[in-house]
């Protein structure tokens, strides 16, 4: 396990679904944001503060019973920025490092966080990240804190690339087996692809 606080990005709106919310897709019997809340809280002894669209939304339920902070994203819309502002408002004071993880990488492990947060320290590094096995950049992402307040200045709906693009060659990757630091599903379509291969 590690320490760091876990911020879980899950207020986006699902557009690509067409009415359906693949954060509540079934994955291992469970919603798909319920399993991704659970490996972070299995992986660290920090906060996991989930991201979220105000209440009253179907996505606070799937949290029922996790010891995990569900925090409403009330500008969700604006994009993945505005998730990312509040999250790091509200790490606690002193927070040395937080990772980053998307709600919808639904192959990403317990193990993959450890393996990611454990891979560089913050003193040295600003930033790490999960990569494929074949080194494209993925999630997780850890910050060091002091992008903090860069994280906290961001508009939109980037993602942090402002904040880690200039860093260059100062980024950690750390591989991570087959494609699950990207693997994203954002269409019916894509879920029934990835169903059909077990």
Known sequence: MFAYPVIVLAAGQSRRMRGADKLLEDVGGQPLLRRQAGIARAAT??????ALPPAPHPRHHALAGLDVT???????????????????AAL?????????????????????LIRVAT???PAQTPAWRGTTEDGQPGHPIVFAA????????LQGDS????VVG????????????GQRARLDLDTPEAWAAWRARD
Do not use: K, Y
């Not at 604006?78 to 509040?86: F, I």
């Not at 002091?146 to 200045?153: E, M, S, Y």
């Not at 993602?159 to 402002?162: F, L």
């Open 146 to 153: 002091r992008l903090f307040p860069q994280l906290l200045a």
């Open 70 to 88: 569900a925090l409403p994203v009330p500008d969700a819309a604006e994009g993945m920025n505005a998730s990312l502002r509040a999250g790091v």
């Open 159 to 162: 993602g942090g690339r402002e």
């Open 119 to 121: 891979a560089f320290d």
């Open 166 to 177: 200039p860093l260059g060659e100062a980024v950690g990757h750390v591989p991570l087996p």
């Open 92 to 112: 606690p004071p002193g927070t040395p490092a937080a990772m980053v993880l998307l709600a919808d990488l639904p192959e990403l492990t317990t193990d993959d």
């Open 45 to 50: 002894t920090g906060a996991v503060i989930v």
